[in-house]
C-alpha cells in the first residue's frame, strides 16, 4: 500500500467515526499531500468505499498520469471541478465531510446545486489534523528546506554591500534570487526585511527605506522543498550595537530558549507559550510581545499546531513547529528569533543551525 493510499484510509477512519461517509479535499496541500497531484486545479474525492478520484481539467491530464498513483483515479472534468465531482459522485450516497477553511460559500452553493441528495457537512482541520505529524520523508524535505534557506542567508550577508546602505526592498530582492538560486521550489512567503524603527512591525513588507549605521534589521524567510517549508527569522543590526538593542536581543533570545526547552510530545501548546511570555515578563517586556510563539509548518508554512496563549492543541512526536517570540518598540526597532524544530517524545530538536546571536552587518 502506498503512503497516499494509507493516509485516504487514515483520513476516512478518522473523519467517519464509524459511520460511513465520504471526504471531499478541495485545500491544494491537502489534494497534494492525499494524491501526490501538484497542480493548482483538482479536488480529490474519496469515498467511503473504493478508490479516490482525482478530479482536474485538461491542462493537468498529463502531469495528472505521471503524480497520481494507482488506486487512485484521474477524472478530467470539461466544465470545472465542481461539474467534475458530480459526476464522480453522482451514485454515492450518506454524508460527504468537506474542509470548511478551503471552500467558499458559493462553491459549497452550487456544490449543493449539482449533488442536491447528497448532505454536505464542513469539518475544520479535516486533513490538517492528519497532516501535522510528519513521516520520515516529509522531515527529510523541511530538513532540505532548512537547509536551502540557510544556505541562501549566509550568501546574502556575504554578497550585500552594507555600506552602501541598501534599501529594505533590495536585499529582500537580493535574498529572494538567493533562495531560488539555492534550489527553492516557489518560496512559502514573500521575505520580510525590516530596518530601524521598521523592525517593530512584525510583518513589514519591504520598502525603499535605506538601511543605515545602527539600524537593527529583521530578516524572515523561507524555502520549500518539495513542497514542504521552512521559516527562519533571524536579527541583525548594522555596525556596533546599542545597549538597548544587545539587552532586548538578549531577553528574546533567552524567551526562545525557554520556549524550546518546554517542547516534548504532550506539551499543550499553550504552556510552550507561556514559557516565552514568562521570560519576557521578567524583564518587563511580555506587553511588547503581541502575536503567538509559533506555528506548525508543513506543505503549508502556516498549519498546525498552534503555540499560543488561546491554543487548544497538544503537541506530538513528528510535529514541526516554528519558535519566534519577539520584542517589539514601536518608533525604536524590534527583535525575533525564529527556529523550526521538531517535536519529539522526550523533548525536541531544533533543525535550524544558523547562530542566534546578534548578527553584526
Given amino acids: 500500500m502506498s503512503r497516499r493510499e494509507a493516509r485516504r484510509l487514515g483520513l476516512l477512519a478518522q473523519a467517519q467515526g464509524g459511520e460511513q461517509g465520504a471526504v471531499l479535499a478541495t485545500a491544494r496541500s491537502s489534494v497534494r499531500y492525499l494524491s501526490g497531484f501538484t497542480g493548482s486545479a483538482g479536488a480529490l474525492w474519496i469515498p467511503a468505499e473504493g478508490p479516490a478520484t482525482l478530479v482536474t481539467d485538461g491542462r ?3 502531469q495528472a498520469g505521471v503524480e497520481v498513483e494507482p488506486p487512485a483515479l484521474i477524472h478530467i472534468g470539461r466544465d470545472g471541478w465542481i461539474r467534475g465531482v458530480a459526476d ?3 451514485d454515492a450516497s450518506g454524508p460527504t465531510l468537506f474542509e470548511a477553511e ?3 460559500v458559493a462553491d459549497y452553493e452550487s ?6 441528495g447528497m448532505a454536505f457537512v464542513p469539518r475544520r482541520n479535516l486533513v490538517r489534523e492528519l497532516r501535522q505529524v510528519k513521516d520520515d520523508e516529509e522531515l527529510r524535505a523541511i530538513e532540505r528546506a532548512v537547509a536551502v534557506a540557510e544556505s541562501a542567508f549566509d550568501r546574502l550577508l556575504a554578497a550585500v ?14 535574498l529572494e534570487a538567493e533562495l531560488r538560486r539555492g534550489g527553492s521550489d516557489p518560496l512559502p512567503f514573500d521575505p520580510i526585511v525590516a530596518a530601524g524603527e521598521r523592525s517593530a512591525l512584525p510583518h513589514a513588507t519591504p520598502t525603499t527605506r535605506p538601511i543605515e549605521a545602527g539600524d537593527l534589521v529583521l530578516l524572515d524567510f523561507g524555502a520549500s522543498v ?8 533571524r536579527t541583525c543590526v548594522r555596525g556596533a550595537a546599542e545597549p538597548w538593542q544587545i539587552d532586548i536581543h538578549a531577553c528574546v533570545l533567552e524567551a526562545q530558549t525557554r520556549a524550546r526547552e518546554a517542547i516534548r510530545a504532550g506539551a499543550p501548546g499553550r504552556v510552550v507559550d507561556g514559557a516565552a511570555r514568562g521570560a519576557l515578563a521578567r524583564h518587563g517586556l511580555d ?12 506543505l503549508d508554512v502556516h498549519e498546525g499546531p498552534s503555540l499560543s496563549a488561546r491554543s487548544e492543541d497538544t503537541l506530538r512526536a513528528g510535529n514541526v513547529v516554528t519558535v519566534e517570540p519577539g520584542v517589539y518598540l514601536p518608533g525604536r526597532g524590534g527583535v525575533r528569533i525564529e527556529d523550526d524544530v521538531l517535536v519529539e517524545e522526550a523533548g525536541s530538536r531544533t533543525l535550524t543551525r544558523l547562530p542566534r546571536a546578534l548578527i553584526g552587518l
Fill in 60 to 62: 493537468y491530464e498529463e
Fill in 111 to 116: 456544490l449543493r446545486e449539482a449533488l442536491p
Fill in 161 to 174: 554591500d552594507w555600506s552602501s546602505s541598501p534599501t529594505e526592498r533590495d536585499v529582500a530582492t537580493a
Fill in 88 to 90: 464522480v459522485a453522482a
Fill in 102 to 104: 478551503s471552500l467558499t
Fill in 287 to 298: 506587553g511588547s510581545f503581541g502575536h503567538g510563539t509559533g506555528h506548525g509548518i508543513g
Fill in 226 to 233: 518539495d513542497g514542504y517549508c521552512s521559516d527562519i527569522t
